[in-house]
């Protein structure tokens, strides 16, 4: 569990570190799009998998955040358990995008390592199970708009670990007076 939690977290914790640059005020609603359901990640939380699951490396038991959406200016609490089918070594990596309405705010290949040292983990990464929780400082300010951000894992031959997605709309906060 600790691999699969450490994973996550990871792939978070990046997504977060990239969100919290970007100064967001008001409130968050998720988009709920009446997809396809299998792509749905378990759990309470607005995460798809991106296309079909790729469970040769991890099977995600479930990721919970708190609360849900995230509020800007309030902790945000990830706990997340997984399964990791084998090991993942040093050299995986993971494609993070942020979009913002239309642009793209970033696109970043980023080692999966080095993202894990956030969580307090190190690899390589063993077969078993993963148990990961992390409480995330959400800034207060958040431009308002439709975010969509998208993290996709390789191992380090390349080959999908996983691939998670979320979106969301932060919107201005309500005028007082």
């Not at 239309?102 to 999966?112: G, K, M, P, V």
């Not at 191992?155 to 007076?177: H, M, N, Q, W, Y």
Request: charged share 25%; glycine share 8%.
């Amino acid at each position: 569990m600790k691999s699969l939690l450490r994973l996550l977290a990871g792939g978070l914790l990046l997504a977060s570190a990239t969100s919290r640059s970007l100064a967001l005020f008001g409130g968050q609603e998720v988009l709920q799009d009446g997809g396809d359901q299998s792509l749905v990640v378990p759990g309470h939380n607005p995460l798809k998998f991106c296309h079909e699951k790729h469970e040769d490396y991890l099977v995600i038991d479930h990721v919970d955040l708190s609360p849900n959406p995230p509020l800007a200016g309030k902790n945000l609490t990830v706990d997340a358990v997984g399964v990791f089918q084998q090991d993942i070594e040093d050299g995986a990596y993971v494609t993070l995008s942020v979009k913002w309405n239309l642009i793209w705010l970033l696109r970043r290949r980023t080692d999966l390592c080095e993202q894990f040292k956030n969580v307090n983990l190190t690899c390589p990464i063993k077969k078993g199970e993963s148990v990961v929780t992390k409480i995330i400082e959400l800034p207060r300010e958040i431009p308002p708009g439709r975010y969509t951000v998208v993290a996709d894992v390789f191992t380090k031959d390349d080959k999908p670990i996983t691939c998670l997605t979320a979106e969301v709309v932060f919107t201005l906060p309500p005028r007082s007076g």
